[in-house]
């Protein structure tokens, strides 16, 4: 059963540093993952996907890594700032059967990420 | 505007009583999903599907049904034999962007049970 780690739990750093939040997962036969954000009380914002056939993906301040072979994903967030305080959250999907996926997430517990002024 | 719509936002039952969420989406994604989130915990999912008149059990099935009749709705009801109803739900669509899917989540619906 795919199990999904998310470290630190919770993090605190001043404004304008550079980050990087950890995922790992157990089991390497992904069919994606992805990268989200949660405001308290509120639903969840994509900021990336990686597929399982790509390294990285960038969108901004925000760079996503992930190694399959080793179960890993790194979000780095470069230049923080208090607007990116929140919990980030990833999410695999697994492949099924047939090869392909039905985009069923497993998810991690999440890093709460306070950045302040 | 395209999107995701729960409702309603909180939602407070008494214990033995069913409860139906809503979840509607104007996005033309086929497939639908059900999460539940617990306090300092990720997602777990309920159920979800695919396409029309079909869905699937998730981790965390005991207690919920479905139904998904139309491609934009996938309401979930609480029935009372969910123990531990109370929690912040999550419904999703997704898109298939060959090869992968990319999910999208809508506002999040918080049930109360007393």
């Known amino acids: 059963k795919q199990e999904v780690t998310q470290i630190p739990a919770a993090l605190s750093v001043p404004e304008g540093e550079n980050l990087v939040l950890n995922c790992s997962f157990t089991d390497s036969a992904i069919y994606n993952l992805q990268w989200f954000r949660q405001d308290p009380g509120k639903g969840l914002t994509s900021l990336l996907l990686?597929?399982?056939?790509?390294r990285e993906q960038t969108s901004g301040r925000l760079n996503a890594s992930l190694d399959k072979s080793s179960g890993r994903s790194t979000l780095y967030i470069a230049a923080s700032q208090p607007g990116d305080s929140a919990t980030y959250l990833c999410?695999?999907?697994?492949?099924?059967?047939?090869?392909?996926?039905?985009?069923?997430?497993?998810f991690g517990q999440g890093t709460i990420l306070t950045v302040h002024p | 505007d395209g999107g995701i719509t729960q409702s309603p936002k909180y939602l407070f039952r008494k214990e033995g009583q069913n409860v139906t969420l809503s979840c509607e989406q104007n996005l033309n994604h086929d497939a639908m999903y059900w999460y539940r989130q617990d306090p300092g915990q990720g997602l777990r999912l309920i159920y979800y599907?695919?396409?029309?008149?079909?869905?699937q059990k998730g981790d965390i099935a005991e207690g919920y049904s479905v139904s998904r009749e139309k491609k934009e709705s996938f309401p979930l009801t609480v029935t009372s034999a969910q123990k531990n109803p109370t929690a912040f739900y999550l419904c999703?669509?997704?898109?298939?962007?060959?090869?992968?899917?990319?999910?999208?989540f809508g506002p999040g619906t918080r049930l109360t049970v007393t």
């Open positions: 999410a695999v999907s697994i492949i099924n059967a047939g090869g392909t996926s039905y985009g069923k997430l497993t």
């Open positions: 999703a669509s997704s898109i298939y962007r060959g090869p992968t899917y990319e999910q999208y």
């Open positions: 599907s695919q396409i029309v008149n079909d869905f």
């Open positions: 990686i597929q399982s056939s790509q």
